[in-house]
T-cell receptor
Framework: SAVISQKPSRDICQRGTSLTIQCQVD?????MFWYRQQPGQSLTLIAT?????????ESGFVIDKFPISRPNLTFSTLTVSNMSPEDSSIYLC???????????FGPGTRLTVT | QKEVEQNSGPLSVPEGAIASLNCTYS??????FFWYRQYSGKSPELIMF????GDKEDGRFTAQLNKASQYVSLLIRDSQPSDSATYLC???????????FGAGTRLAVHP
């Protein structure tokens, strides 16, 4: 498995502002993914972050709202832009390790928008 | 719309019993299947991964996959109160093996 860290672990933000969440892995990984888990619900994939190319977004998620960067094989960021209370959620990154389909999750970022 | 279905529970079992968790999926092209355990306030923890028909055992956990029936299950033997959590079934699909999650089944193991 991989050791995954996320920053910040939690934040309280005002509506209309933006927050950038960082995901760092201790080893090179093939794929990185960003998920959202709204209160009391399961996980929904936001986008797949590919190193060296643009992220691939799922239906209902757009780049202007959730810009993603993946500058190398161990790091990615997700920005939540122009936030509203509906963006209050836990944001999780996951990684797919080299040579395997196994995916592991970071500890998550708990975001509250007021 | 690709879907993953789970019974939300709660599933209540006595300590020492076998807990059986079930999951069905709609995409016949899915190739990888995962079970995650999520404690309240924590992120999902991978406990089983299976991609071939049949059974896969790891300690007290057994994952069972039947692609013809589009069905995957998780058995937990000798259930312990520490197994009380939400169990998420996830199915890998598409070229990037992105995961589609079920709603999760809440398991409660009582002493």
């Amino acid at each position: 498995s991989a050791v995954i860290s996320q920053k910040p672990s939690r934040d309280i933000c005002q509506r209309g502002t933006s927050l950038t969440i960082q995901c760092q892995v201790d080893s090179q990984v093939t794929m990185m993914f960003w998920y959202r888990q709204q209160p009391g619900q399961s996980l929904t994939l936001i986008a797949t972050a590919n190193q060296g190319s643009e992220a691939t977004y799922e239906s209902g998620f757009v780049i202007d709202k959730f810009p993603i960067s993946r500058p190398n094989l161990t790091f990615s960021t997700l920005t939540v832009s122009n936030m509203s209370p509906e963006d209050s959620s836990i944001y999780l990154c996951s990684v797919e390790t080299l040579g395997s389909y196994e995916q592991y999750f970071g500890p998550g970022t708990r975001l509250t928008v007021t | 719309q690709k879907e993953v279905e789970q019974n939300s529970g709660p599933l209540s079992v006595p300590e020492g019993a076998i807990a059986s968790l079930n999951c069905t999926y709609s995409d016949r092209g899915s190739q990888s299947f995962f079970w995650y355990r999520q404690y309240s306030g924590k992120s999902p923890e991978l406990i089983m991964f299976i991609y071939s028909n049949g059974d896969k055992e790891d300690g007290r956990f057994t994952a069972q996959l039947n692609k013809a029936s589009q069905y995957v299950s998780l058995l937990i033997r000798d259930s312990q109160p520490s197994d009380s959590a939400t169990y998420l079934c996830a199915v890998g699909t598409g070229g990037y093996n992105k995961l589609i999650f079920g709603a999760g089944t809440r398991l409660a193991v009582h002493p």
